[in-house]
């Protein structure tokens, strides 16, 4: 053991050191195999010495695995910063966004997923992040990119594809960021859907942020293959339009007061 012997240290009657601090005993004496011996051991300082260590070795272990799942599920470093603690509380959306965050098991039992709306800078993306730092930060395994993204680790010509599709349902909570840009081939179009099918199938849940609009998703002259994504989409997601007054926003008030009345149930 470490030598911790200070100053104010004393020889007790016994010839053994106590402690000059709390008093107790840093060494004892014991008879071993005939023979008597002094062994150290710990006085109460020690002991509470060794807790803080402990402790502080669980912290930096946590720390450490949480930069990990951050370095894995936070595909763009962006990300990293968009925390509630960053949010300047301009947009009242945010409410929902914490909800969602601290009702998070209720969430994921209940598989309520979120499809966040809204043009370019209405803060969708931010509200995505805090949410997938937020549970991060709890423990849990959350998985942040775009299908852009996806579809090119998918053409990689060593990919499995099975095998993607697969880490990607893996994943608690997936936010898959700006829906819509992607490129639109058959193939695109295929794996899409396969990936969210794929969690639907799982009952896991989903958050979207996407510029497409409601009426962009339910518009009925849509091919076959975007008519089913986004069918898919809005039965796994409650509509949560980020912008400002819009009459989209309305559109999503039903569904949006049946997440609450989860939450508040
Ligand atoms: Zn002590």
Known sequence: MTDSRNVADFLGEDGCLQCGVCGKRKQLRINFMGRDRVVGCLCDCEVQARKEKEEQLRREEAQRELYQRKSVGLRDRRFWEWRFENDN??????????QYAKNWEKMKKENVGLLLMGPVGTGKSFFAGCIANALLEQGERVMMTNFSRILNE????????????????????????????????????????????????????????????????????????????????????VPVYCGGADKRREEGTEKLGRMQSLISG
């Open 154 to 237: 998918m053409t990689n010509y060593q990919a499995d594809k099975n095998q993607i599709v697969q880490n990607l349902v893996d994943y608690p909570l997936l936010i898959i960021d700006d829906l819509g840009i992607e490129r639109n081939s058959e193939f695109a179009l295929e794996q899409i859907y396969n990936v969210i099918d794929s969690r639907y199938c799982k009952m896991k849940p989903l958050i979207i942020t996407t510029n497409l609009g409601l009426n962009d998703m339910k518009d009925e002259s849509l091919d076959v293959a975007h008519k089913r994504i986004y069918s898919r989409i809005l039965e796994m997601c």
């Open 89 to 98: 509380g301009s947009n009242d959306k945010m409410l929902i966004a914490r």
